[in-house]
């Protein structure tokens, strides 16, 4: 039997993006094919603006189940550990703040502002009549910088990452996430009628981003004069 299965791979892998260890630095051997754990289909040139203003360039992307962002140097690919010091991130005409070790994709700027967080989750992915499927695969999802050297972990072929969407409020210094309409006028007791006839009238659903930014600029126009 090899000790190296499905199921002994998925351990080690969620053990391994489990561990709060900042000085640790993660790196992905890069290969060819679809990586289901990045929020883009490939690496862009991003620009990474530091918080003393100095503003670098590199081929970045962003790993949903670590909720790291990535960058390649030489050919492997590795975290960006000081995200202390990281003011914006712009990648692929979007833009992203740390909240954090985590990022937050900025959808809407203003006296409340309105954020999207990706989370990936790696779950098995079931074949036909119950049985796991083989597909094959020969990238790999995370690894970690020891004493031993780089182990690169690979993502055993039956299992995917499932994106989740969370939508976050930022409001008189606070984060507030929601999923629903009746979460999100609860954050906004002041101005529910209004807001909710604005909903209403526009036919809008509170899971579309674009939906969302009309809506959370409607309200910011109700308390700016």
Known sequence: MNPFNNSYLL??????????????????TTSYGSKPQFLFTDFNMSQVKMKYSQVNTTFMNYNTVTERMVFIKGNKY????NYQMVDTIYLNDRVFIPVG?????????????LF???????????????????????YYLSSINTTEGMINVPLPPDYIVKLTTIYWIRKDNGWFDFTNEKQFLKLFP???AQLRNFIKENRLKIDKPEHLKKLVDYYNSLVVK
């Open 116 to 138: 999207v967080q990706h989370k990936g989750k790696l779950c098995g992915k079931p074949a036909a009549y119950g049985r796991t499927s083989d597909v094959s695969s020969n």
């Open 11 to 28: 351990k080690i892998i969620l053990a391994m993006l489990s561990l709060g260890i900042p000085e640790y630095l993660y790196s992905q």
């Open 78 to 81: 590795f975290d960006l550990t």
């Open 190 to 192: 002041e101005k529910v």
């Open 101 to 113: 070790k985590v990022y937050y994709e900025v959808l809407l700027s203003g006296p409340v502002s």
